[in-house]
């Protein structure tokens, strides 16, 4: 078969032409062909994508500080001294007194020690930290 020229779309497998089937122009007097600008798509996308992930990070972060907070609170007073067995699902109270703090189930109105916080112990036997009359 005799070769035809670049500008011809002829289809050597069905024998025929077939340009009017191509998903693109054929012929020299078509449109240039330009791809569409992407950057301004890119840049928007980015931000929101960045932002996104921003976002993301500050929740691990704040989640993080939780955690280690959480922990900290659970080191103290688990070593801490205390004369009785704290119950599930009671709050107790921490104070200092010199360098020494120690738990207690008096209130901070109903004492004159040196109030730290409240917290309540959970059924995972994990302390909480707990506010009560607006005190941390």
């Not at 330009?34 to 989640?63: G, I, Q, T």
């Not at 080191?75 to 801490?80: I, N």
């Not at 109105?109 to 112990?121: A, H, K, P």
Request: aromatic share 16%; with cysteine; glycine share 2%.
């Amino acid at each position: 078969m005799k070769k035809k020229p670049d500008h011809i779309v002829f289809n050597d497998e069905t024998n025929n032409y077939d340009a009017y089937l191509r998903p693109y122009p054929t012929n020299l007097t078509a449109p240039k062909i330009e791809p569409n600008d992407m950057v301004s798509w890119k840049r928007s996308n980015l931000y929101s994508v960045n932002n996104h992930f921003k976002s993301k990070f500050e929740e691990l972060k704040e989640a993080y500080q939780n955690l280690v907070a959480t922990f900290n609170d659970n080191d103290l007073l688990y070593g801490v001294n205390y004369n009785f067995e704290p119950i599930v699902g009671n709050t107790y109270h921490l104070y200092k007194k010199d360098e020494d703090y120690f738990l207690s189930i008096l209130a901070p109105e109903e004492c004159t020690f040196n109030y730290v916080g409240s917290y309540l112990l959970n059924s995972d036997k994990l302390w909480q930290k707990v506010t009560t009359n607006g005190r941390d």
